[in-house]
């Protein structure tokens, strides 16, 4: 059960995953910090609270898929955002979107040598049940979505 399907529009996954940095950079050009930092609606993540959650997701998606490699039907842990959000006025965007760019890189890097078999290789997450690879990859690239248009919403409303 993928939450972020809907922000497909039946694209491949991987292709968002690759065009999600350039179009993070072309939102952010010209931003100025005070930008950056407003909240992107009240009680939301800022712009560069946004862009460290991206970061973090990218970590643990990162284990996700190296993790469903090496032993298919593992059980992956769950995380809690607004735990480590505690921590985001501590990052700037700046090394928030760097290491974010570094760690997509590293991960679509792995996924070039993903067989196609694999991509059914077994997950189990405690929340969301027993899916394969192939949806996470989805739910990746949705959430990369979810966030591009929230941004968009904020330069733009």
Same mark, same amino acid.
């Given at each position: 059960?993928?939450?972020?399907?809907?922000?497909?529009?039946?694209?491949?996954?991987?292709?968002?995953?690759?065009?999600?940095?350039?179009? @993070?950079?072309?939102?952010?050009?010209?931003?100025?910090?005070?930008?950056?930092?407003?909240?992107?609606?009240?009680?939301?993540?800022?712009?560069?609270?946004?862009?460290?959650?991206?970061?973090?997701?990218?970590?643990?998606?990162?284990?996700?898929?190296?993790?469903? @490699?090496?032993?298919?039907?593992?059980?992956?842990?769950?995380?809690?955002?607004?735990?480590?959000?505690?921590?985001?006025?501590?990052?700037?965007?700046?090394?928030?979107?760097?290491?974010?760019?570094?760690?997509?890189?590293?991960?679509?890097?792995?996924?070039?040598?993903?067989?196609?078999?694999?991509?059914?290789?077994?997950?189990?997450?405690?929340?969301?049940?027993?899916?394969?690879?192939?949806?996470?990859?989805?739910?990746?690239?949705?959430?990369?979505?979810?966030?591009?248009?929230?941004?968009?919403?904020?330069?733009?409303?």
């Amino acid at each position: 059960m993928n939450p972020y399907a809907s922000y497909l529009d039946g694209r491949d996954a991987v292709e968002i995953m690759k065009s999600t940095p350039a179009e @993070l950079q072309s939102l952010l050009g010209g931003m100025t910090t005070e930008q950056m930092d407003a909240p992107t609606a009240p009680g939301k993540w800022s712009v560069r609270e946004i862009l460290a959650h991206l970061a973090d997701c990218e970590l643990v998606w990162a284990w996700r898929i190296r993790h469903t @490699l090496e032993k298919p039907g593992a059980a992956v842990a769950p995380f809690d955002q607004d735990v480590w959000a505690e921590r985001y006025a501590m990052y700037s965007a700046e090394l928030s979107l760097r290491t974010f760019f570094t760690l997509r890189e590293w991960n679509l890097a792995v996924l070039n040598t993903v067989a196609p078999g694999e991509l059914g290789n077994l997950l189990t997450h405690p929340e969301r049940g027993t899916f394969p690879l192939s949806e996470l990859l989805e739910m990746i690239a949705g959430h990369d979505r979810n966030h591009i248009v929230r941004l968009k919403e904020h330069r733009c409303p």
